[in-house]
């Protein structure tokens, strides 16, 4: 049975907020030490925070294994939280892949049953 559920991280749209938060950050941190320091001591708080966040954000984007925006998985290749948390029967769990489906169980790309490799993803096929 195919899952789709939310992915695991941010993407690249993540790295580029952040890097316009780092330059509201810098800005702020200018102008308010030119007022008071409790407002300067908040923009250096806030520019930190959004390099850490800019940082993770490009490291999951340019990745290897790298997390997606949404996963379409297979019972077996990793189980649905949801049906682990409301019960569903364990033999949702454990089906075994019917490849005569004619989908990519990595991607959910349409197939031929003799492709040994999907054409979308390119990840070798069951």
């Not at 030119?34 to 407002?39: E, L, M, N």
Request: contains cysteine.
């Amino acid at each position: 049975m195919k899952s789709i559920k939310p992915g695991r991280g941010p993407s690249m749209l993540g790295g580029i907020v952040g890097i316009a938060m780092i330059g509201f950050g810098i800005i702020w941190t200018i102008l308010a030490s030119q007022i008071s320091g409790i407002f300067a001591l908040f923009g250096v708080i806030w520019t930190g925070i959004a390099i850490a966040i800019t940082v993770y954000n490009f490291k999951n984007a340019s990745g290897k294994n790298r997390y997606s925006a949404f996963d379409i998985t297979d019972g077996n290749e990793e189980p649905d939280p949801l049906n682990m948390r409301f019960g569903a029967p364990q033999s949702a769990h454990t089906q075994t892949t019917d490849f005569d489906n004619k989908f990519c169980p990595y991607c959910g790309a349409a197939v031929d049953g003799d492709f040994k490799y999907c054409n979308n993803c390119g990840r070798k096929l069951p």
